[in-house]
């Protein structure tokens, strides 16, 4: 009978864990990845990592801006092909490979930098030079999904045709909101018409709760979008300390939120903070696997 009732409580979350999904421990990458600390990032509890400072150029090539002191931006897609490099190519790989690693999702976070432009010319197909050159990078770089940090443009159409774009080259889309609620729900609700779980082009909400978004509450934004949210906090820092949280304030604001109204998860900007303040990543990590095991 014992036995029954524990093989049970297994199936049970098992099918939980494969309807619900895994709860989301998420961490933006600032930091040029060839200097960052890979194995900190690959075994302090995170399972997605987002590599910001992907950029398009007018002629749908595809940089990668460096926000390290001593790197260079570099071009990493022209002419559908990647160009960026084989170590660079490694390093980001490397992220989910290995016996030692958390990840299982890599995510270029970008802005809308010409996006609307080229949405209308030459387009959205998927023989075009953007597309392709997505196309390359996602087979180089194992890559997941494309995430929108559009702080300024706020263009509906567009979007959404570069939504559907990434979605028929295999990647999912996100995007990392900190105002304009009525835009980013248009977004959402048109990118992903038609779709239901687990099969949602735009998948994930990483909601910016500090500097301009530091008034956000996740349970607003998740009721507006109705999609469960990834709130991010941003760790101690130099740059705007008083938008930085230690890893004791992080939980408590992590526990709080996702006990008034459960969320997908919780997530960090920015890495290069963590190793620039001497900070933990194990600390920060533990924060995550404790909240949002």
């Not at 092909?81 to 976070?109: C, H, M, P, Q």
Request: charged share 20%.
């Amino acid at each position: 009978m014992k036995a029954h009732v524990l093989l049970r409580a297994l199936l049970f979350e098992i099918v939980v864990h494969y309807v619900l999904g895994e709860n989301i421990r998420s961490l933006f990458l600032f930091k040029d990845v060839l200097k960052s600390n890979t194995t900190a990032l690959k075994t302090s509890g995170f399972n997605s990592l987002i590599m910001f400072g992907v950029g398009i150029l007018a002629n749908g090539d595809i940089m990668y801006y460096s926000n390290t002191p001593g790197s260079k931006d570099t071009p990493i897609a022209s002419n559908g092909a990647y160009v960026g490099g084989d170590a660079l190519a490694e390093k980001v790989r490397s992220f989910k490979t290995g016996n030692n690693t958390g990840i299982n999702r890599l995510e270029v976070s970008m802005n809308a930098q010409h996006v609307r432009d080229l949405m209308a010319k030459p387009g959205p197909g998927v023989d075009t030079p953007l597309a392709r050159n997505f196309k390359a990078l996602k087979t180089a770089w194992s890559l997941d999904a494309v995430n929108n940090d559009d702080e300024s443009l706020y263009d509906v159409a567009s979007t959404v045709s570069f939504a559907k774009m990434i979605g028929s080259i295999g990647y999912k889309y996100t995007i990392a909101p900190y105002t304009n609620t009525g835009f980013w729900s248009n977004v959402k609700s048109q990118a992903n018409q038609g779709l239901k779980e687990p099969d949602l082009l735009l998948d994930r909400v990483y909601l910016q709760c500090y500097d301009g978004g530091a008034g956000n509450n996740p349970a607003s934004w998740q009721k507006t979008l109705g999609l469960k949210v990834v709130p991010l906090i941003w760790v101690t820092n130099d740059s705007k300390p008083s938008y930085g949280a230690t890893a004791a304030q992080a939980k408590s604001k992590f526990t709080s939120w996702n006990q008034g109204n459960a969320l997908a998860g919780g997530g960090y900007w920015n890495d290069y903070d963590i190793e620039k303040m001497g900070l933990s990543y194990k600390q920060y990590g533990d924060v995550l696997t404790s909240v949002f095991p």
